[in-house]
């Protein structure tokens, strides 16, 4: 008896191991091969595969060396994790990987040790990744990036709770879709290209989709309602990215997605968080084909949450009162001393400079948690080729209570024909407490990039 059950272990164990290995084979298509974006983007096809995927934004810190990681990341309920080393460097980075091991790394997340991964390596999404495009990133990182000796830094997760890697795989049979991208027939190449973007190498479900039960995305493309559809992260809230009319993109045209991606700005706001490394590292360095591509997939996504929800009008009397030094409104006189020099007293900012807060879908968003968190903390800039961002947001952890946070942030979302829900003090006491400085050593932007 024993021994049969210990054979239908094996068999169990084996029938895992055996759906995680093997490179795939695919066919040169327009939306998965980024050969000819690469060109047009001026850069090579691996180096550009890189961009899409952002590599360099985990597995780089502030005065490290190019990819040769070190970024401590957060694992729920485990503890922190670095990330590695992934330069060509044979004795401490992927210089020893053949091709087969690296795409079961980036497709399974299946070490060449065999050691198996925790998904704050997004490799659920990179699995949709073409052969075309898996080929050309592997020979950028053996060819092109230069090598670094540098030994990466053991996890800070107690060995009982690292135990949980062995079970990665049986995680992976449960949540993963680990085919490559296939074109969906009816629909156009743009489409499909975005789609192929999105869902894979922009990974951008990882922390825009709502997790479940087992920390999986609960939705990995269009065809599960959950998929972007907005989800709370490390006391940020990454914001809807389907058709919802007011907090999310439903209001934006395909040139306005276009437009943010490109540059981090638009028309409705500014990226800030994570979103700027996500705009100075990738999207910035998209050719505008792949952009477009990206901005027609996203507009495609029907609204979820807001489906009979009346569009947001602009009401100018709250401006009226401001411009007339009536601070009857509570937290209006906070605005008008520390917010309207750059949103200005209308609301509507300075578009491209300064952004707006006036149906600003950050502001219309049911969760406040970004908007304490940057009020808070302030934001990175966004950093372009013709050089940084003039003005970024500034932090008012030191200038403000959090009964004057609150009060200004429940004014900023009932005016101007806002009807958002109030901030409390409670909420911005927790987030405050969460994210200072001085009293934490263990402070992430977002857990997943």
């Known amino acids: 008896m024993e021994y049969r059950k210990l054979l239908a272990i094996s068999a169990f164990l084996a029938f895992v191991a055996g759906c995680d290995s093997g490179a795939v084979t695919t066919e040169s298509t327009y939306a998965t091969d980024s050969t000819a974006q690469a060109a047009a983007a001026g850069i090579s096809h691996g180096e550009y595969v890189a961009r899409l995927g952002n590599c360099v934004a985990c597995h780089t810190i502030p005065e490290g060396e190019p990819l040769a990681g070190g970024l401590k990341m957060a694992v729920p309920l485990m503890g922190n994790l670095y990330t590695t080393n992934i330069t060509p460097d ?10 087969d091991e690296f795409d079961r790394a980036m497709r399974f997340g299946v070490k060449k040790d065999g050691q198996r991964m925790y998904p704050a390596m997004p490799y659920p999404s990179y699995a949709k990744m073409s052969e075309q495009d ?4 592997f020979d950028f990182f053996m060819n092109e990036v230069e090598p670094v000796n540098q030994a990466n830094e053991p996890a800070e997760i107690p060995g009982w709770k690292d135990s949980a890697r062995l079970g990665m795989g049986i995680w992976n049979l449960l949540t993963m879709d680990a085919d490559p991208y296939e074109a969906d027939t009816n629909q156009s190449d743009d489409w499909n290209r975005g789609a192929y973007l999105t869902q894979g190498l922009g990974h951008c479900g990882a922390c825009h989709t709502p997790r479940g039960l087992l920390l999986q995305e609960k939705g990995l493309d269009e065809g599960d309602t959950d998929f972007l559809a907005g989800a709370p992260l490390d006391h940020w809230s990454a914001s809807s990215l389907n058709g919802d009319i007011n907090s999310g993109l439903g209001r934006w045209t395909e040139d306005d997605v276009a437009e943010f991606l490109g540059s981090g700005h638009n028309r409705f706001g500014t990226a800030f968080g994570t979103m700027v490394e996500v705009i100075n590292n990738s999207t910035q360095h998209m050719s505008d084909a792949d952009l477009r591509a990206m901005a027609v997939y996203m507009k495609s996504l029907p609204p979820v949450v807001e489906v009979n929800a009346t569009e947001w009008n602009y009401d100018n009397s709250d401006t009226e009162q401001l411009i007339g030094l009536d601070f009857s409104a509570t937290g209006s006189q906070v605005y008008y001393e520390y917010c309207s020099n750059c949103h200005a007293t209308s609301g509507q900012g300075y578009y491209p400079y300064q952004p707006p807060l006036a149906g600003n879908p950050v502001i219309l968003d049911p969760d406040p948690s970004s908007l304490i968190n940057i009020t ?8 372009a080729e013709e050089g940084p961002d003039v003005n970024d947001m500034p932090y008012f952890r030191q200038l403000l209570s959090d009964d ?6 429940t004014y900023i979302r009932t005016a101007w024909g806002h009807n958002s829900a109030a901030v409390s003090t409670a909420q911005v006491s927790e987030v405050r407490e969460a994210t200072d400085p001085t009293r934490n050593d263990d402070i992430y932007v977002l857990r997943m990039k």
């Open 404 to 409: 004057e946070i609150a009060d200004v942030l």
């Open 90 to 99: 044979p004795e401490t980075g992927i210089g020893n990987y053949s091709f």
């Open 376 to 383: 808070l903390n302030g934001s990175l800039r966004v950093i």
């Open 134 to 137: 898996m080929l050309a990133l």
